[in-house]
């Protein structure tokens, strides 16, 4: 077993250094790119404009809970129980109420992360519109991420996937 991964492990180590010798690889940082693109600083100025009203929102119930607690502390010892459980029963209400709604703004799959998504959409389409257009006037084979390390783009013939898959096939078939 041990000899077998070895083997394909040369095998592919020399296969890349042939292939690397004709490969012509670029490299961008998406990060800068979308600091410095003017359609994602207008996109990013839309996002903060839309996040400071649902802040606001939620401010003015952070503010309503506390006006209502303040006004409770207050009447607490002139209250009736049935009226010391109504109001409790309010402010926990609204605070459910403010909870919901965070969660529906800045929760996983919230309006936040939707809007960001579709404000981010047609740029990361632009985006890899522009880099599969460059990399075929330029004869670039692959474009590298800076930022995160991964392929923006690369040409089919580099995807060697499905041979590693049948290499590896081959060793479990001679292990059994």
Request: charged share 30%; with cysteine; proline share 1%.
């Amino acid at each position: 077993m041990r000899k077998i991964i070895i083997t394909v492990l040369a095998i592919i180590c020399l296969s890349s250094i042939v292939w690397a010798e004709s490969v012509t690889l670029a490299y961008i940082d998406t990060d800068r790119v979308m600091t410095e693109c003017s359609d994602t600083q207008e996109a990013q100025q839309l996002f903060q404009t839309e996040q400071q009203s649902w802040n606001e929102e939620v401010q003015e119930l952070d503010m309503e809970i506390q006006r209502l607690s303040d006004e409770f502390d207050q009447k607490k010892l002139i209250l009736t129980e049935s009226g010391k459980e109504e109001a409790a029963s309010k402010i926990r209400e609204l605070v459910e109420q403010r909870d919901t709604r965070v969660n529906e703004v800045f929760g996983e799959g919230g309006l936040a992360m939707q809007k960001n998504a579709e404000l981010l959409e047609p740029i990361l389409n632009n985006l890899r519109d522009v880099i599969e257009q460059i990399s075929t006037e330029d004869n670039i084979d692959m474009v590298l991420d800076a930022s995160t390390g991964g392929i923006l783009y690369a040409v089919p013939r580099l995807d060697i996937t499905d041979q590693v898959i049948e290499e590896m096939n081959k060793v479990t078939e001679t292990e059994e």
